[in-house]
T-cell receptor, first 111, second 115 residues
Framework: QQQVKQSPQSLIVQKGGISIINCAYE??????FPWYQQFPGKGPALLIA?????SEKKEGRFTISFNKSAKQFSLHIMDSQPGDSATYFC??????????FGAGTQVVVTP | NAGVTQTPKFQVLKTGQSMTLQCAQD?????MSWYRQDPGMGLRLIHY???????DQGEVPNGYNVSRSTTEDFPLRLLSAAPSQTSVYFC??????????????FGPGTRLLVL
């Protein structure tokens, strides 16, 4: 079964809006939480990542919020642009060979 | 650097055929891994390697073999292809500073169709 649950499956946001993707996990052994961005026909690329001792990390328009007690984390894309249209995967890692991915969220930003 | 390269880009196989998906990286990364991507399933780990001569199974290893004779190359072998192996396959590698295996550099993928 999926160890990292991701929602929503897809979302449509207007240019300039905020995209929010949520993920939840059960395994407390996970200690590194990356997000990957994938464009059609390409491999995923690391976007931003967070460790559980930090509650928030921001890089440009992308922010991860992390709630350790709830075992949840989310990605916020501020001022969404058409170039942000892609599939986003959350992931959780507990060491080598233990990286688990969520099912993915397809984000479409309309002009 | 070319990064992570994969060949072929696309392949059609008949049920029961075997083939090898090639993966190479020129970044001197020790950790390499193979994933399959299916709709609604995210990416699932097939096999991984923490260095030349060392491989281990991931979440969905059945029907696949790997070997790691050099740091650069990590081929994935399908022993007897089945329609359930129709998928997009990604190879990835991690830099030496990544101790948790969470920072992965992905190749462009191989799209496999098994008839």
């Amino acid at each position: 079964q999926q160890q990292v649950k991701q929602s929503p499956q897809s979302l449509i946001v207007q240019k300039g809006g905020i995209s929010i993707i949520n993920c939840a996990y059960e395994n407390t052994a996970f200690d590194y939480f990356p997000w990957y961005q994938q464009f059609p026909g390409k491999g995923p690329a690391l976007l931003i990542a967070i460790r559980p001792d930090v509650s928030e990390k921001k890089e440009g328009r992308f922010t991860i919020s992390f709630n350790k007690s709830a075992k949840q984390f989310s990605l916020h894309i501020m001022d969404s642009q058409p170039g942000d249209s892609a599939t986003y995967f959350c992931a959780a890692s507990g060491g080598w060979g233990k990286l688990q991915f969520g099912a993915g969220t397809q984000v479409v930003v309309t002009p | 650097n070319a990064g992570v390269t994969q060949t072929p880009k696309f392949q059609v196989l008949k049920t029961g055929q075997s083939m090898t998906l090639q993966c190479a990286q020129d970044m001197n990364h020790e950790y390499m891994s193979w994933y399959r991507q299916d709709p609604g399933m995210g990416l699932r780990l097939i096999h991984y390697s923490v260095g030349a001569g060392i491989t281990d199974q991931g979440e969905v290893p059945n029907g696949y073999n790997v070997s790691r004779s050099t740091t650069e190359d990590f081929p994935l072998r399908l022993l007897s292809a089945a329609p359930s192996q129709t998928s997009v396959y990604f190879c990835a590698s991690s830099p030496p500073g990544d101790t948790r295996g969470g920072t992965q550099y992905f190749g462009p993928g191989t799209r496999l169709l098994v008839l």
